[in-house]
């Protein structure tokens, strides 16, 4: 299950989300979009979302911090969405 986060620099959030992620020794990719600006791109392609983080799992948006712990909270998250 490929998970990929989209950050930016003193997001809390994204934080958070990365702590879950390595709590729960999930693998992840970050892009950070200002130190690749390319990945700021990449995600206007993929999503409308304009806060941070971003993340998707398997290629599909799940959104952000709030719903990836909805994600765990429900047992979900280890298995693909």
């Given at each position: 299950m490929k998970i990929e986060v989209y950050t930016r620099p003193g997001c809390g959030y994204c934080?958070?989300?990365?702590?879950?992620?390595?709590n729960r020794q999930l693998t992840y990719?970050?892009?950070?979009?200002?130190?690749?600006?390319?990945?700021?791109?990449?995600?206007?392609?993929?999503?409308n979302g304009r806060t941070f983080p971003q993340i998707f799992i398997a290629n599909q948006s799940?959104?952000?911090?709030?719903?990836?712990?909805a994600l765990d909270k429900s047992g979900?998250?280890?298995?693909?969405?």
């Open positions: 934080n958070h989300a990365k702590k879950l992620l390595d990719v970050e892009y950070d979009v200002y130190q690749q600006p390319e990945h700021f791109e990449e995600l206007q392609t993929r999503t799940i959104g952000g911090f709030t719903e990836l712990m979900k998250l280890a298995t693909p969405v």
